[in-house]
């Protein structure tokens, strides 16, 4: 039966986690469990970074970015000693459920620790990068889409003043969803993506037969992982083979910051007392998520090991809508 459990958020910091933070803790509170944050992440379980929360503890977070838990990446958790510290610590809190907020290499880090010591987990998808196996959408990720969007209009304007092609780059190491969203959103001309092959040749002569038609400026979003190596990369092999005069923008870690959205905070808040409700029914060692505006529960292997595709049907409409 859980009585105790304990909240962290762990990799690369998303807007969103401090409304997920706040879903688990009061969820957690509603339902008479004890609550204890875990700051840092693995480094302060293993530290005992340690404190009980209240509900007080994180009034008036919903509407702040990054988060108030603090996040880090642990060499010491890959140790056998790191690990034991941190079971220990588990151990003398008396905590029967630990729920980690964050990416891939945070729930497979989550992943092996079940496996190796036993303790009942519940991860929370918690990424900008949307690539999570289990739902359709990960903490972060429309905040990032909605900051990379704004910064695209921007561009848009000082690209049209001087008849440019922009190159944006956007993150995404392995997965092309902000890029392919940002693309549809802000009308790009082209996106580039890691999903897909990237063909420079067919690249130059789409923003050739754009110019030919009138247009006074051109964007292309470029994931950063993209296979032609990102939007830096990409200008080098397109240079002298359009009449465009090129630049290029990388957003970075922007992205990453900002209020999160009204969308965000539902999400994020539907999560938080998911991942309770789950904990509560018997979940354990699964992935809350949202699949089609409900609440689903994916085995955490399953979560870390399986691809999530892109939706084509993005892909082709932003296609359409930028070829005329």
């Known amino acids: ?17 401090n409304p997920a933070v706040r879903g688990v803790v009061r969820g957690a509170l509603y339902n008479n469990l004890k609550v204890y944050g875990i700051y840092r992440g693995y480094e302060g379980l293993i530290d005992g970074d340690i404190k009980e929360l209240t509900s007080r503890d994180v009034g008036g977070i919903i509407n702040r970015g990054g988060t108030v838990l603090y996040s880090a990446r642990s060499k010491k958790f890959r140790t056998e000693e790191g690990q034991k510290q941190a079971y220990e610590n588990i151990k003398k809190y008396k905590i029967d459920a630990l729920v980690v907020v964050g990416g891939d290499g945070s729930l ?89 092959e990237t063909h420079i040749e067919a690249l130059c002569q789409k923003l050739e037969e754009g110019k030919k038609h009138g247009k006074k400026s051109s964007i292309v979003v470029v994931a950063e992982g993209d296979d032609a190596g990102g939007a830096v990369e990409t200008s080098k092999k397109i240079a002298g083979k359009t009449d465009w005069d090129v630049r290029v923008s990388l957003l970075g870690h922007m992205q990453r910051g900002g209020s999160p959205t009204a969308f965000e905070r539902i999400n994020a808040s539907r999560l938080g007392v998911g991942a309770i409700e789950g904990l509560i029914a018997g979940e354990k060692n ?18 870390i090991s399986k691809k999530k595709p892109i939706n084509e049907h993005y892909l082709k409409t932003s296609d359409i809508l930028s070829s005329i």
């Open 1 to 17: 039966m859980i009585k105790t459990i304990a909240i962290m958020t762990s990799g690369g910091d998303s807007s969103g986690m």
């Open 108 to 196: 497979t880090g989550l992943n092996l620790f079940i496996e190796k010591t036993g303790i009942v987990g519940m991860g929370l998808p918690g990424t900008i990068d949307n690539d999570l196996y289990g739902t359709d959408y990960t903490i972060g990720f429309d905040t990032a889409v909605n900051v990379a969007m704004d910064a695209i209009d921007k561009i848009r304007d000082t690209a049209t003043s001087h008849e440019r092609l922009f190159l944006v780059e956007v993150m995404g190491r392995h997965a092309g969803y902000i890029a392919t969203y940002c693309a549809l959103a802000g009308g790009a001309e082209e996106v580039l993506i890691p999903e897909t």
């Open 286 to 303: 699964v992935m809350v998520g949202i699949v089609n505006d409900q609440i689903v529960y994916t085995p955490l292997k399953e979560a």
